[in-house]
C-alpha cells in the first residue's frame, strides 16, 4: 500500500488537469453554457495568474490548494448558477446588485462578471457563525467581518493578476475597509490560522480566544487585547455601514446588556435569579430525558407539538422529534453549564468585565459620523498593526523570514485605503511607516540580503524606501540604477533587464559621494 508521503510526493509531480477535472463537475451540472463558460475562464485565468500571486503575497494558499477548492465548491455547494445579461429582465431582479445567492436553494444569479462571480462562489460557501454565541451581537459582527474580507481575497488572484503585471484597481476592490482590516489580520496571524477559523469556527468553538492568545504570545498581551478590541468596534461600525437596519438589534443587545450590569451590580438578586433559572433549565432537561425514554409521553409530544404546526413545518415521524428534542437538549444543558459557570465566584467578575467590555463597544454605534469614526479606528489599527510588525521583523532571523517579511511590507504599503490613497501616502502613519521599513531595511543589509546604496541610514532609507512601492512582481529580478540628470538624482528599476520605472530622488543636498554605489551603473538590489 502506498504511504501518506509517497502519495503527496507523487501528486508533486503528476500536473493535475484541472480543466477536464472542472468539465466533469460541470457535465453534472444544469447550468447554461454561459454560466460554464464563465467559470472555465476563471480557472483559465487562475493557473495564468496564481504563480505571480503568490510569489507577491508570500503568505497564500498554494496554487494546487486554491484550485481544488474552487472546484470543490461548484460541485458540491452549488446546485443553480444563472447568468443574466445587463439590462435584461431578469437582471431587474438583481437592482444595483451585481449578484445575489440562495444559501437554502445553493443557487447563485450573477452578472457576466468573473470577479463578481468568483465572489459568489466563495461567500456561497462560508458559514453564517463562525464565532462563538457568548460574544452576543459581535458573534454576528465578527463573523461578517472575517467572511466578507475572505470572500474579497479570495478573487485577489483573478481581480490584480493577469499573468504579467499586478495591479490594483481601487474601484474594483469589494470593500477597502474589510479588505485593509483582512489584510492586517492575515499578515499577523497567517493564513493557515485564518483558513481554519473559517472552516472550524462555529457558534460553540472560541476562535476569538485562540485568536487573542495567539496575538499574546507573538506580540504581546496588552497589544493583543488593544487588536481586539479595536476589531470588535470596527466589526460593529462597518456592520451599521452596510447594513443599516442592524441597529433595531443593537439597541435591543444594548437593553440586554444594561439589564444584566444592572443584575451584576446587584449581587444577590444577581445570583438568585442565576439559581433559579439553572433549577429551570435542570428541570427540562430532566423532562426531555424522561419523554425521549417513554414511548407514551413521546408520542402525546408528538401530537402536542404537530397541532401547533402548519403544515409545511410539521414534525413527519417519532425519530425526527427525538432528533429535535436530542438538539433542543443540548442547548439547554449548555445553558445550564454557563449558569454554573457564572455562579463560581472567580467567574463573576470576568463575566461582568465582559458585558461591560461589550455594553461600550455597542455605545459607540450611536457615534454621529460614521465615516469618521470608521477611519479613525482603521487609522488606530494600522498603527498597532505597524507595532506588531516591527516585532516581527526583529524577531526575523533567516535569510528567507526576512525577505518575505519585504514582500509582505511592499504588499501592505501597496494596500488601497482610499480611491485615491494607497496606506504609505496616510499622513497620519508617516513617522511609523518610516521606523518600521529602517528596520527592515537595516535587517535585510545586515544580513547580507540586498545592497546598501547610501552610507548614511537617513539618505539610504531615502532611496530604498521606493522598493516599497513598486510593483514588480519579483523583487529578487530587481535592479537599480541611479543617475544624476539636470542637477537631479533619479532612480531607474529595471525587472528582467527592462526598464520599469524612474523616480525622482527628493533628496537636495545629495552628492555622488553620499552614495555607496556607482553611479550610472545597474545594481541587483538583492544579492
Do not use: H
Request: charged share 35%.
Amino acid at each position: 500500500m502506498q504511504s501518506k508521503k509517497e502519495e503527496n510526493l507523487f501528486k508533486k509531480f503528476v500536473k493535475k488537469n484541472y480543466k477536464n477535472e472542472l468539465e466533469e463537475v460541470l457535465e453534472n451540472k444544469f447550468f447554461g453554457e454561459n454560466a460554464k463558460s464563465l467559470l472555465l475562464e476563471i480557472l483559465y485565468k487562475i493557473e495564468t495568474a496564481y504563480k505571480d500571486y503568490e510569489l507577491v503575497k508570500k503568505d497564500a494558499k498554494t496554487k494546487e490548494e486554491y484550485i481544488e477548492n474552487y472546484i470543490t465548491i461548484i460541485k458540491q455547494k452549488c446546485k443553480t448558477i444563472k447568468i443574466v445579461k445587463p439590462n435584461s429582465e431578469q437582471s431587474k431582479l438583481l437592482g444595483n446588485r451585481t449578484f445575489t445567492i440562495n444559501k437554502k436553494r445553493s443557487e447563485i444569479t450573477c452578472l457576466p462578471i468573473a470577479r463578481k462571480l468568483l465572489y459568489a462562489i466563495s461567500k456561497l460557501d462560508k458559514k453564517e457563525k463562525i464565532v462563538n454565541d457568548k460574544y452576543y451581537l459581535l458573534s454576528n459582527t465578527l463573523s461578517n467581518l472575517i467572511n466578507i474580507g475572505d470572500c474579497i481575497n479570495t478573487v485577489e488572484p483573478l481581480r490584480e493578476f493577469n499573468g504579467w503585471s499586478w495591479t490594483t484597481v481601487a474601484r474594483e476592490v469589494e470593500s477597502l475597509e474589510y479588505n485593509l482590516i483582512y489584510q492586517n489580520i492575515l499578515i499577523l496571524i497567517g493564513q493557515k490560522f485564518i483558513e481554519d477559523w473559517i472552516k472550524k469556527g462555529d457558534s460553540i468553538i472560541d476562535y476569538i480566544e485562540k485568536f487573542e492568545n495567539q496575538l499574546s504570545i507573538n506580540y504581546g498581551e496588552k497589544r493583543a487585547k488593544y487588536i481586539i478590541k479595536c476589531l470588535n468596534e470596527l466589526s460593529v461600525l462597518m456592520e451599521i455601514k452596510v447594513n443599516p437596519s442592524i441597529m433595531n438589534d443593537i439597541k435591543k443587545s444594548k437593553k440586554e446588556l444594561e439589564k444584566m450590569l444592572e443584575n451584576f451590580n446587584n449581587k444577590q438578586a444577581y445570583i438568585e435569579e442565576l439559581t433559579t433559572k439553572k433549577n429551570k433549565l435542570q428541570n427540562e432537561i430532566l423532562r426531555i430525558d424522561t419523554t425521549i425514554n417513554d414511548r407514551e409521553l413521546l408520542q402525546n409530544e408528538y401530537l402536542k407539538r404537530n397541532e401547533k404546526l402548519s403544515l409545511d413545518e410539521k414534525i413527519f415521524s417519532i425519530r425526527v422529534l427525538i432528533k429535535i428534542m436530542i438538539e433542543e437538549r443540548e442547548k439547554i444543558y449548555k445553558e445550564y453549564e454557563e449558569c454554573n459557570m457564572l455562579l463560581k465566584p472567580q467567574n463573576f467578575l470576568i463575566k461582568k468585565e465582559e458585558t461591560e467590555k461589550e455594553y461600550n463597544i455597542l455605545k459607540l454605534a450611536f457615534v454621529k459620523d460614521l465615516d469618521s469614526k470608521i477611519e479613525e479606528k482603521i487609522i488606530y489599527l494600522q498603527k498597532l498593526f505597524l507595532e506588531c510588525l516591527k516585532i516581527k521583523i526583529e524577531m526575523a532571523e533567516s535569510k528567507q523570514k526576512i525577505t518575505n517579511l519585504i514582500y509582505r511590507y511592499r504588499y501592505y504599503c501597496l494596500l488601497p485605503f482610499s480611491l485615491d490613497t494607497r496606506i504609505y501616502e496616510i499622513k497620519s502613519i508617516q513617522n511609523i511607516i518610516k521606523t518600521t521599513g529602517q528596520l527592515l531595511i537595516k535587517k535585510a543589509i545586515n544580513n547580507k540580503i540586498i545592497e546598501k546604496f547610501a552610507n548614511d541610514e537617513e539618505v539610504n532609507y531615502e532611496i530604498m524606501k521606493n522598493i516599497f512601492r513598486i510593483r514588480i512582481i519579483s523583487l529578487e529580478e530587481l535592479s537599480i540604477k541611479i543617475y544624476k540628470d539636470n542637477g537631479n538624482f533619479f532612480m531607474q528599476f529595471f525587472d528582467d533587464k527592462t526598464s520599469d520605472q524612474i523616480i525622482k530622488l527628493d533628496l537636495q543636498d545629495l552628492n555622488k559621494n553620499d552614495l555607496s554605489v556607482r553611479l550610472n551603473k545597474k545594481i541587483k538590489l538583492f544579492m
